[in-house]
Structures are given as structure tokens and as C-alpha cells.
């Protein structure tokens, strides 16, 4: 006898009724049915809408299937061209992947990774600078009230002639909603410089741990 698939239905009894073997024997089914189910194992899917607690070790026959945590790769697809000593925020207008597209947009604020939920979330940026022989590099990952969240600077003397992929990253905790964050590049000692573009290449990405 399996577990009840829906519920049932029972009239009221009152003093003076006069009471049917089925009253009693329908009740006996339902009971031997739900106690089998308990003992040998519920034969159906159960939902629980406030949750599942466990407070002893348990083991499961299968995997829970959880839905994807926020995480994101996106990355330049086009030249961008830095002045001298000049700090520019990074737009990103291609994407690897996202698990939720109100992560990022490539049309409104293409520069910001947001998150969708309280947590915590780690950030890493990468970028290629051309080559150039001086002057200094710097990549910083901050969030929307302008705190640092990682960072590198380099000096470009030390990889004279050298195209030179760079990395920051950092671990960012979000107690609300509504933030995001963003990378800045910025040189100095140098008129010029671009920026390398390309999947794989000066990219931005973010996952929820």
C-alpha cells in the first residue's frame, strides 16, 4: 500500500450516527498507509515549504539538486586604448557565461557584475597590456561605495617589451542587495597604451561561494 498521493476526504460524525465498518476501515488505510510510507520509505516526491532541517548526520540515495549560485565571465571584445595617467573603468561587452542575466548587461552599466543575493562572493579581473618598456600598471577591483576589494600595480620595466597578463582578485561579503562591482585600469610614465581583448584574454568574473 503506498503512501497517499492526495488528501483525503471525511464527513463529521455526531452523537446518535450510527457508525459504518468503512468509517472505521478507511481511517485503518489511511494509518497503514502512512506508517508504511514513514517505515519503508515514501514512495513520492515530498515538498516542504518552510524548509528541511537536519540535525543529525543523514545520508541521501541521490544528489540534492540545488539551483546554480550568481557567477559570471565576461570580457573586452574591443580595443581599449588608456591616456597617461589616466584611471579608466572597464566596460564589458561580451560574455563567456552567466547564470542569471541580471548579473551583467552588455547595454545598461556594461561595467558592473551585480549580485543577486546576500553572501559571499569572490571577484578576479585579468588584463593584457601591450607591450611598452616603462612606467606603471594597475588593475583594481572595488565595489559601488568605491572600497577595494583586490588589486595590482606593477612596474612595466620589469617585463620591458613583454605582453603581460595581470591579475587581481578579492572576496567581497554583501549583507544586501543592490551593490555591484567594477575594475578600473589605470598607467602612468607612458603616453599611451591598449589593452589586449579577446575571451580568455582581459576578462572579469565573479561567482558566489
Avoid at 62 to 81: E, F, G, I, N, Q
Avoid at 84 to 97: P, R
Avoid at 193 to 202: A, H, V, Y
Amino acid at each position: 500500500m503506498g503512501y497517499p498521493t492526495s488528501v483525503p476526504s471525511f464527513t463529521n460524525k455526531n452523537a446518535g450516527d450510527v457508525i459504518q465498518p468503512a468509517h472505521v476501515n478507511d481511517l485503518q488505510t489511511e494509518v497503514t498507509a502512512i506508517e508504511n510510507g514513514l517505515l519503508n520509505g515514501v514512495s513520492h516526491a515530498l515538498t516542504l515549504s518552510g524548509g528541511l532541517q537536519v540535525s543529525t548526520l543523514s545520508t541521501f540515495a541521490y544528489r540534492p539538486t540545488m539551483p546554480p549560485p550568481d557567477a559570471v565571465k565576461v570580457y573586452l571584445d574591443s580595443t581599449v586604448t588608456l591616456g597617461s595617467s589616466l584611471a579608466s573603468t572597464l566596460s564589458w561587452n561580451a560574455a563567456d557565461y552567466k547564470t542569471n542575466s541580471s548579473v551583467h548587461s552588455t547595454t545598461s552599466n556594461p561595467d558592473r557584475l551585480i549580485p543577486q543575493s546576500t553572501g559571499v562572493y569572490r571577484f578576479t579581473a585579468q588584463v593584457e597590456f601591450t607591450p611598452v618598456s616603462s612606467g606603471h600598471r594597475s588593475i583594481v577591483i572595488q565595489d559601488s561605495s568605491n572600497t577595494f576589494i583586490g588589486s595590482v600595480v606593477f612596474d612595466a620595466s620589469t617585463v620591458a617589451g613583454v605582453v603581460t597578463r595581470v591579475q587581481a582578485s578579492g572576496l567581497k561579503r554583501f549583507d544586501v542587495t543592490g551593490g555591484y562591482a567594477n575594475v578600473f585600469v589605470g598607467m602612468s610614465g607612458h603616453s599611451t597604451l591598449s589593452l589586449s581583448t579577446g575571451s580568455g584574454i582581459s576578462w572579469f568574473a565573479m561567482e558566489k561561494l
